[in-house]
Each structure stands twice: as C-alpha cells, then as structure tokens.
C-alpha cells in the first residue's frame, strides 16, 4: 500500500498580505488558532520521511484553506467568510478584502496548484503500487471554534475522531483505525465532531484502488492550547507522536483483502 499523508493545516505562513486589514502579528495568532500545529511533526517526523510521502501546504488556512471547495456555493463555511479565501476570522470580523482578481490569484497559484500536485502524487502511486492511501491528517481543538457548525459542539470531545468516504473508505479500514487507537487506551469517535477525507477530483469514484481516511487528533493531547507549546512533561506529545507512526506502519502494511 502506497500511503500518501495530506497535511493542509499545519502551516502558519502567509506568502504575502494583500488585502489583510489586520498586521502581521495578528494573521500570526489566527493562523495559530485556526491551524493544525504541529501536526507536521507528528505525522512526518524527519526520521520517518523516508517511509511516506507527504504532501505539506505550504501556507496558512487563513491564507487560503486548500481543503474548502472553491465554488463558494458549494463551501458550507464561505457564509461565515471562511471558505476557501477567508475574509473573516472565527470570531467574524472581517480581516480581508478580497477582489475578484485577489481571490482568483490566489486560487491559481495556490489552491489549484495544491490540488494538482496532490493529483500527481496518487497518480503515481497508482501506476507504482496499485493501490493507494491518502491519510488526511488533522487535529482539532478540544473546546470548538466559535464558527462551529457541529450541532453536537458542546458535547465532550473524543481524543480520536475518524472521517470518512462513503466510497473511498471500507469499513474494514475504518475499524482497523478506530481498533489500532482505542486498544491504545483513547476514546474514538467515527465522523463526528468532524467527518470525511480528502480524494482528489480527477480520482473521485473512478478507483477502488484509492482509499482515503482522516486521522483527527484532539489538541489538548499533544499541546498547551493556551499557550500553543507542545506537551513534555509527561512526554505527551512524543507519545503521540510514536503511536501515530505505529498506525501509520500498520496502514502501510493494511491488506483489505486479508
């Protein structure tokens, strides 16, 4: 199995400014409490690099969130200014200007790019492997966003939350993921708070032989969210990290047919 790991949230760079009516310093801490931190580190850490092949943004969600639909009507989270160029934080004041030219820019040197990068990386993984994995890795925030439209927010918050594709997941590679980390000791949730994986346009429902699944895991486990440190202690965030390798050993070596 070729996995692939997507990694849209975790960086906090902004390739430029235009339009932002706050300064640098703000985009900073929205793009840290929007963003996945540290997620990179946890997924892909430079000595499993060799293992995987990971495709990283290169940029923040604030920027330009690579994984909201770009056709606003079809974007849930473009009516609170949050699709795929934001022009609100998530506390819902404006932070942007966007003209039809700004947003079109960045789309085209961003978003479509990212898309068609990531299209290139299963595409190969096809032709060598046959079959291929993207693991859309997440994590999320123990108390939600303001912007939430998760009807079930103020519920107490799994550490683990799985998503899913109706056609792209079997539930054979979903229970081997909810069994790996509830045997570990976490408490595991099935699309919810947050549901689906990423599947590249070109391939979507074209191919059994792409399988997709999103791997969320709960801030509060591996960081100080407060102050966005990471947790260690108690070696929080390097158990984390070491138990996410495992997992992603044992989807590399998954065989849906066994």
């Given amino acids: 199995m070729e996995l692939i790991l997507h990694l849209p949230h975790s960086s906090v760079h902004f390739p430029h400014r235009k339009g932002f009516l706050i300064n640098e310093n703000q985009c900073l801490k929205e793009a840290e409490h929007l963003g996945d931190l540290y997620t990179e580190e946890l997924f892909y850490p430079k000595k499993q690099q060799e293992k ?27 009516r609170f200014g949050l699709g795929a160029t934001y022009t609100h934080n998530d506390d819902g004041k404006e932070i942007r200007k966007i003209s039809a030219e700004l ?7 961003y978003y479509r790019p990212h898309h ?9 993984g096809l032709a060598e492997n046959q079959e291929v994995l993207i693991v ?18 103020k519920e107490m918050r799994p550490d683990i939350c ?18 790996f980390f509830k045997q570990k000791g976490y408490s595991v949730s099935v699309n919810s708070p947050y549901s689906g994986s990423m599947v590249t346009s070109k ?15 709960n801030r509060r486990l591996y ?28 989807l590399k070596n998954f065989n849906e047919k066994k």
């Avoid at 947003?103 to 040197?109: A, D, F, N, P, T």
């Fill in 103 to 109: 947003r079109e820019e960045i789309l085209s040197e």
């Fill in 116 to 124: 068609k990068k990531l299209e290139r990386f299963v595409d190969e």
């Fill in 223 to 250: 960081m100080d969210e407060r102050t966005k440190n990471k947790l260690t202690h108690n070696r929080e965030f390097q158990s984390m990290q070491d138990d996410l390798q495992q997992l992603l050993s044992g």
């Fill in 52 to 78: 995987y092949r990971a495709f990283v943004a290169g940029f923040s969600r604030v920027f330009c969130d690579a994984e909201r639909y770009e056709d606003d009507e079809k974007e849930i989270m473009s």
């Fill in 162 to 179: 799985i998503g899913t594709d109706s056609f792209h997941t079997s539930e054979k590679l979903t229970q081997f993921v909810e069994v």
């Fill in 203 to 217: 391939h979507h429902r074209s191919s059994r032989k792409l399988s997709t699944i999103m791997v969320e895991v």
């Fill in 136 to 153: 859309d890795c997440h994590s999320f925030p123990d108390i939600p966003f303001h912007k939430s439209i998760i009807p079930d927010s």
